[in-house]
């Protein structure tokens, strides 16, 4: 693989790590507390806990012989959605049954896929609570993209030579060098894709852009020079 395609290829796996993140529900602590929809935890945490994920998925399948590149980002898409979905699984049963509330969105009237009335659900005092079915689908498609572009990542960086391990390394510090970034651009709490902040993402682009393109020109620059 040469330089050129590996930088471009790099920055479209930060690229697509940035609008994986602003897919991804998380509440923080408020949501710990059912004050919140989303999974009681920060962004980076579950964003770098599910790119993991797809990065050993994405890791164990490429050192198939002659396995295809493609199966590759798949198979860390897979692993990575696999991961955030049972994690907002096992929260809403935690919800559900544990605390007693609903899972419902206090930024929708009406969920835009289930159709379902919210507002006379939430909790007074509350932004929501659980993982509700517009944010469930949100969090598996920002999980998936997620997965390739870590997978992407990992990918590009073997094929330009550098050893596995050392790749795997960069890779996870990419990821969450990108993770920082949406991040900082949710500024809180994000549900998904329905999510008022969800219209900061073309900010968060641009920014990934600018930085996976300055890690991606070191990193690949010191391979070939």
Same mark, same amino acid.
């Given at each position: 693989?040469?330089?050129?395609?590996?930088?471009?290829?790099?920055?479209?796996?930060?690229?697509?790590?940035?609008?994986?993140?602003?897919?991804?529900?998380?509440?923080?602590?408020?949501?710990?507390?059912?004050?919140?929809?989303?999974?009681?935890?920060?962004?980076?945490?579950?964003?770098?806990?599910?790119?993991?994920?797809?990065?050993?998925?994405?890791?164990?399948?490429?050192?198939?012989?002659?396995?295809?590149?493609?199966?590759?980002?798949?198979?860390?898409?897979?692993?990575?959605?696999?991961?955030?979905?049972?994690?907002?699984?096992?929260?809403?049963? /935690?919800?559900?049954?544990?605390?007693?509330?609903?899972?419902?969105?206090?930024?929708?009237?009406?969920?835009?896929?289930?159709?379902?009335?919210?507002?006379?659900?939430?909790?007074?005092?509350?932004?929501?609570?659980?993982?509700?079915?517009?944010?469930?689908?949100?969090?598996?498609?920002?999980?998936?993209?997620?997965?390739?572009?870590?997978?992407?990542?990992?990918?590009?960086?073997?094929?330009?030579?550098?050893?596995?391990?050392?790749?795997?390394?960069?890779?996870?510090?990419?990821? /969450?060098?990108?993770?920082?970034?949406?991040?900082?651009?949710?500024?809180?709490?994000?549900?998904?894709?329905?999510?008022?902040?969800?219209?900061?993402?073309?900010?968060?682009?641009?920014?990934?852009?600018?930085?996976?393109?300055?890690?991606?020109?070191?990193? /690949?620059?010191?391979?070939?020079?």
């Amino acid at each position: 693989m040469d330089p050129i395609t590996a930088i471009v290829l790099l920055i479209i796996a930060g690229i697509l790590i940035v609008i994986a993140v602003h897919h991804i529900p998380v509440g923080g602590a408020p949501a710990a507390m059912a004050m919140a929809t989303g999974v009681g935890t920060g962004t980076v945490q579950l964003a770098t806990g599910a790119g993991l994920t797809g990065l050993v998925s994405a890791g164990y399948m490429y050192h198939f012989a002659g396995v295809d590149p493609y199966i590759v980002l798949l198979s860390g898409g897979i692993g990575s959605t696999l991961m955030i979905g049972i994690t907002m699984l096992i929260g809403n049963v /935690i919800y559900i049954f544990g605390v007693g509330v609903p899972p419902v969105s206090a930024k929708v009237k009406f969920d835009p896929i289930t159709k379902d009335r919210q507002d006379i659900y939430v909790s007074p005092g509350t932004e929501g609570h659980g993982i509700p079915t517009v944010s469930f689908v949100s969090g598996i498609i920002g999980g998936f993209i997620g997965g390739v572009g870590g997978s992407l990542t990992y990918v590009v960086l073997n094929e330009v030579g550098i050893n596995p391990a050392i790749s795997a390394f960069i890779a996870i510090g990419f990821f /969450i060098a990108n993770a920082v970034i949406a991040a900082y651009n949710i500024a809180g709490t994000i549900e998904g894709f329905h999510d008022p902040k969800f219209k900061r993402l073309p900010k968060a682009i641009l920014s990934s852009l600018i930085v996976s393109g300055f890690i991606a020109a070191v990193v /690949i620059g010191g391979v070939f020079l």
